[in-house]
């Protein structure tokens, strides 16, 4: 397993202001991921944050919304842009432990970090 | 369709009981497949990886169904301390992007 910590773990923001959450994992992962996890929905793959290039998204979330950084292979950003309600959510940093041989491996979480959007 | 999705839940069950969750799955491409378990306020943490021959872990096991595209996990003997939300959880490809369900809520009373 790894060790990934997240800061802030919660922050009550104004619309229209942006915040940066910031990941940083214990060990060398290739695979970093966020993930976001609104009221009574499921997590919710953002991005992979790809380490030296730009990040990988998923369908509905664009790069000016949600920029990632990813400068090495322990730590990654993710900010969330001219927030607004709809972005209260809690959003979470992975990464993936590999398993020798296989294409695969096993996802483990940041503690997430509580976003509220007045 | 949702390409994950589970029993709705919740589940109210007492201490000593069975319970079984169902999850199916609609990329027939998917590899591997796992189960989380999240309690309240907290992140998820992995439960058990899924494979193909099943899998048990104590109280716990999982099976996978690959015609009909299913995962199961039964708990047996279900302690208070089971009670949290149970997501599946499933990557497609030669990926690690996992989809989640939305999990099933279980709640073990005394």
């Known amino acids: 397993s790894a060790v990934i910590s997240q800061k802030p773990s919660r922050d009550i923001c104004q619309r229209g202001t942006s915040l940066t959450i910031q990941c940083q994992v214990d060990s060398q992962v290739t695979m970093m991921f966020w993930y976001r996890q609104q009221p009574g929905q499921s997590l919710t793959l953002i991005a992979t944050?790809?380490?030296?290039?730009?990040?990988?998204?998923e369908s509905g979330f664009v790069i000016d919304k949600f920029p990632i950084s990813r400068p090495n292979l322990t730590f990654s950003t993710l900010t969330v842009s001219n927030m607004s309600p709809e972005d209260s959510s809690i959003y979470l940093c992975s990464v993936a432990i590999t398993r020798t041989g296989l294409n695969t491996g096993e996802l483990f979480f940041g503690e997430g970090s509580r976003l509220t959007v007045l | 369709r949702k390409e994950v999705e589970q029993d709705p839940g919740p589940f109210n069950v007492p201490e000593g009981a069975t319970v079984a969750f169902n999850c199916t799955y609609s990329n027939s491409a998917s590899q591997s497949f796992f189960w989380y378990r999240q309690d309240c306020r907290k992140e998820p943490k992995l439960l058990m990886s899924v494979y193909s021959s099943g899998n048990e872990d104590g109280r716990f096991t999982a099976q996978l169904n690959r015609a009909s595209q299913y995962i199961s996990l039964l708990i047996r003997d279900s302690k208070l301390s089971d009670s949290a939300t149970y997501l599946c959880g499933s990557s497609g490809g030669s990926n690690y992007k996992l989809t989640f369900g939305k999990g099933t809520l279980l709640t073990v009373n005394p």
């Open positions: 944050a790809n380490q030296g290039s730009e990040a990988t998204y």
